[in-house]
């Protein structure tokens, strides 16, 4: 039976402070993307945290990404299993009409929330994806010169193989930032509870077992 570990949102918001130091003295964001749906609570929460005085606070910016894994089939005949597929298709992506176009990328500091990298399938789009819209609008106003940076943070990392692969520098220890690497368990956040008080009970029951000697 898989693990079930109940986070909430004094957890997540607990969380985000913690990584924001970091960010403010290596990423120094200019724009979040989140990921949604996980990913819009943690970027809500880190904007107040990288608010520094005198600045505007940073825009946020949501993609939704849905990744459907088909089950692995066994061929009758060979009794071979198939690999499993994966397929990511984009629900919503960005909307640059009130900051002036996509060109509001070129050039910047982009962190991409999301609540947890699994099977790495929807953060190597994701990334993949946003590159590839900087290239195409950097070639089309002639700024291929700026280097536009990517960094993740996600509030968990499931320590298991990835299925996904992501850019060697978008893993370098200043870009890719989780605030806890945890195993392949089955995390329950807040946001998908339908009884948010049964959910905050079955948490702190997990956290009395935890701290019981």
Known sequence: ???????????????????????????????????????????????????????????????????????PVTDADTGVVDQIGTKVTRTQWLDFSSLGGMENLVGKRILIVDEVDDTRTTLEYAVRELQKDVEEVSKKLGREGEKTEFSIFV???????KKGVLPADALDDSKYIAARTVGDVWICYPWEATDIDEHDRLAAEQKNKTAAP
């Not at 509030?155 to 193989?161: A, G, T």
């Open 155 to 161: 509030l968990h990392n499931k320590d298991k193989q």
């Open 1 to 71: 039976m898989v693990e079930k570990v109940y986070v909430t949102y004094n957890d997540v918001h607990k969380l985000c402070q913690e990584a924001a130091p970091k960010m403010l003295s290596t990423l120094q964001p200019q724009l979040m993307i989140a990921i949604g749906g996980g990913g819009y609570v943690p970027a809500r929460i880190l904007r107040s945290f990288l608010k520094q005085p005198g600045t505007p606070n940073i825009p946020i910016q949501a993609i939704g990404l849905s990744l459907y894994e088909q089950l």
